[in-house]
């Protein structure tokens, strides 16, 4: 696999831009939300920046997978998983992200020596985060279970949203052998995200929206353990173009897939082996970065 100059963790340094380098969750109980992921994904937890409140950062085996944040008391708003994609100016990006059409509903702010961070969503309202790394360079692992695997963009068709992102984040594009409205953006060759139009399937309820995928050693048992852990099925455990996979939500209703992934493969970033058709599962051999 070829690496991209500025790939997770190489030498110390950030995450290409446009690769996406974390993922955050945003709840209403804090602690029952940690206690459903630790047990589910195996999570230990440390504080996380103060500037954010009540925020922790989930770690496996030591190294830093996600976050988790509680929302304030007086704010119902909907929750959902959030990829960040690493930009190298976050500024520049969000008056970038305005200029294409999208909106910048947080940011960009800093969050104390960690880095700074904006909140924006694309044409089609689906929200995303952008990251410029300092002190937090994002995952310290990907693609093993219990880890983030895969990020997808659902949306109703790839036309429009694919050139926001073109242009935002200089992403390439490929056909993907999905789906016929399907696509892989890469980075410096290297897929890192999908696009899947599923025109009049888009949830009337949720809209545009991005996935995030976890692995795990077996999705059937991990359905079985989101239901005993008090969450929900919406796609049960199903043979996919890309490993077993399924789709369901925690107990505060915020949706992820999970995707049966190989326990020895890691990655640099959630994005796939060079040469081959990306997508959920898809991971190489290659040793994980270290923590950020």
């Known amino acids: 696999m070829t690496e991209a100059r500025g790939s997770a963790g190489l030498n110390g340094t950030a995450y290409t831009p446009g ?21 589910l994904f195996g999570w230990e937890f440390q504080p996380g920046p103060q500037h954010l409140g009540a925020y922790v950062r989930a770690r ?26 690493a930009s190298d100016d976050v500024d520049l990006t969000a008056e970038t992200v305005r200029h294409c059409g999208g909106t910048v509903g947080v940011g960009p702010l800093v969050a104390d020596e960690a880095g700074r ?10 929200v995303f985060g952008v990251w410029q790394a300092a002190a937090h360079l994002g995952a310290g692992v990907t693609g093993v279970p219990g880890t983030l695997a895969w990020n997808e963009l659902i949306t109703r068709d790839t036309a429009g949203v694919a050139t926001f992102y073109r242009r935002v984040f200089g992403y390439e594009e490929e056909p993907a052998s999905d789906g016929p409205d399907c696509l892989t953006l890469r980075v410096g060759g290297r897929p890192v995200a999908g696009i899947h139009g599923v025109g009049d399937a888009l949830p009337r309820d949720r809209g545009a929206h991005w996935m995030t995928y976890f ?14 852990l008090g969450g929900h099925v919406l796609e049960p455990a199903h043979d996919g173009p890309h490993g077993r996979v399924a789709t369901v939500a925690d107990p ?29 599962g898809r991971v190489s051999d290659r040793t994980s970065v270290p923590s950020a």
């Open 19 to 39: 690769t996406p380098c974390w993922v955050s969750l945003m709840v209403h109980g804090l602690t029952a939300t940690r206690e459903f992921y630790g047990k």
């Open 60 to 85: 496996l085996d030591g190294r830093q997978v996600a976050g988790i944040g509680q929302l304030p008391a007086d704010r119902r708003l909907p929750v959902a998983w959030t990829p960040y994609l």
């Open 117 to 126: 961070l904006a909140i924006a969503s694309d044409p089609s309202g689906a």
């Open 215 to 228: 692995g795990v050693m077996d999705a059937d048992a991990a359905v079985d353990q989101v239901v005993d």
């Open 252 to 280: 505060e209703g915020a949706v992820f897939s999970v995707v049966r992934t190989d326990r020895r493969a890691r990655v640099d970033g959630p994005q796939g082996p060079g040469g081959r058709t990306a997508g959920p």
